[in-house]
């Protein structure tokens, strides 16, 4: 018999929307061809990885050298973690050694592996909406316990619904900038707000709760806009994050965690977080790609196609009447459900696929009202959706 609780999270309405949709679009392409297919469901990187990335595969995979394909420490190959060190240095402004950096499997491992270190059974995790989907999973399969607090209008961060969460089993909080699925950057003035709030909380309990980046979008912005650095604000704070989106490697799931080196734990953290790769299963992230990433990590990027794209999107949500948020990152929309919907997002994007629109509810990201699209597709379903999303907005 299998576990009840993953039964009920499998026949849940709100659970693994965005593959729901994916899986559904792929149907619907089989039937109506994919160009009269309006698919934004899933957040699938479409731009072609780098020439240094692929130049470092081809060196990589040529290598003939003994045991190649062999273990390597947990934490990965010390000149892969000198690499991300080095990368993290120069985002956070501060000095970063190796030794406080993990290599995982993708972000989502690297998430797993600080909740994995950090948690006892019951803490809390303070997470604002809306959120990454699979957070809920990330904590609940770690022994935590999700908190969900309210964002401002604009979906920034509010300390002050923050330190109201706050409590004696708060463990961290997470926060994701770019926001999946707002693309809204958190700004300095925001997360130190929030840091303030968290060293007063633990001056007062003897707990400081950390401050969880997970980071996978921070190269991808519009604007000149930047993610801010948070090393120097806080020290109980650590980045998880990846090359899925930044390179467009998101099967490789290749990722790192790295603790700040101020923290006064960090060395106990660290090798939690170390032992932790192997209590989750995976041991060591992918020979292969550390080695790809470590000749290639600082591969120079054009994303001006998605900020090329996303302002097209934005005149397509004009033209249909609906209203969104601006994002200052990544690639994802977050509309506004239209009046006379009564806010049921999960039942406006079933209607939006009678006109072949795939988009995934914002119930799925705490976002109750709300639904997401992902801009990481070909221009020719933007600009082809315009009078099928104008159709779906007038008709009921």
Known sequence: MISQNVKSLVESPSSGVIRKMFEEGAVLKAKYGEDKVYDFSLGNPDLDPPKKVIDAINSVASSESHLCHGYMPNAGYKETREAMAKKTSIEQGVPVDFSNVVIAVGAAGALNVIFKALLNPGDAVIVPCPYFTEYDHYIHNNGGEIVRVKTKADFGLDATTIEAALSSKTAAILINSPNNPSGRIFSDEEISAVVEVLKAHGKKTGRYPYLICDEPYRAITYGGKKVAAVFQKYEYSVVATSFAKNLSLPGERIGYVCSNPANPEGKDFIAAAIFATRILGFVNAPAFFQKVITKSWDAECD????????????????????????????????????????????????????????????SGFGGKGWFRIAYCCSESTILN???AFKKAVQEK
């Open 385 to 387: 959706s315009k009078e």
């Open 303 to 362: 994303y001006s196609l998605y900020e090329k794209r996303r302002n097209e999107l934005l005149e397509v949500m004009d033209y249909a009447g609906l209203k969104y948020a601006v994002p200052d990152g990544a690639f994802y929309l977050f509309v506004k459900v239209p009046d006379g919907w009564n806010d049921d997002d999960m039942a406006f994007t079933n209607h939006l696929k009678k006109y072949n629109i795939l988009c995934a509810p914002g």
